[in-house]
């Protein structure tokens, strides 16, 4: 099992994921039509079909892909140490996301 577990660290590892998602350019895709055409379409279209759960669940990724990229979150780790008085806030915003995400999915229904 630990083998099959080397092999994908090793893919990552390869293709270079972790380095692609770090310099990924949110202005330029913010500006680029081919990614903005299609997001504009889709939030119309889940507010067109009042899909609202399914609305408040991509606000909430894009949200938490927007943090994760702010100078607050470059910050939570100094040398090797974790800085534990800004790593608490982080915590709870992910918790109470979670907790959100995990009510609209499964807490009730349409």
Same mark, same amino acid.
């Given at each position: 099992m630990?083998n099959?577990?080397?092999?994908? &660290?090793?893919?990552?590892q390869?293709?270079k994921?972790l380095e692609?998602i770090?310099? =990924?350019n949110?202005?330029?895709?913010s500006?680029n +039509?081919?990614f903005?055409?299609p997001?504009? =379409?889709l939030?119309?279209?889940?507010l067109i079909?009042k899909? &609202?759960?399914?609305?408040?669940i991509?606000?909430?990724l894009?949200?938490?892909?927007?943090v994760?990229?702010t100078q607050?979150?470059?910050t939570l780790?100094?040398g090797?140490e &974790?800085q534990?008085?800004k790593?608490? +806030?982080?915590?709870?915003g992910?918790a109470?996301?979670?907790? =959100?995400v &995990?009510?609209l999915?499964?807490g009730?229904?349409?």
């Open positions: 630990s099959f577990f080397h092999k994908i &660290i090793d893919l990552i390869q293709t994921v692609q770090k310099d =990924v949110a202005v330029g895709l500006t +039509p081919w903005m055409v997001f504009v =379409v939030i119309l279209y889940l079909k899909k &609202i759960k399914d609305f408040i991509l606000a909430i894009s949200g938490v892909w927007w994760s990229g607050y979150m470059h780790i100094v090797d &974790i534990i008085d790593i608490l +806030p982080v915590l709870v992910g109470v996301a979670l907790g =959100v &995990i009510y999915l499964f009730r229904s349409d």
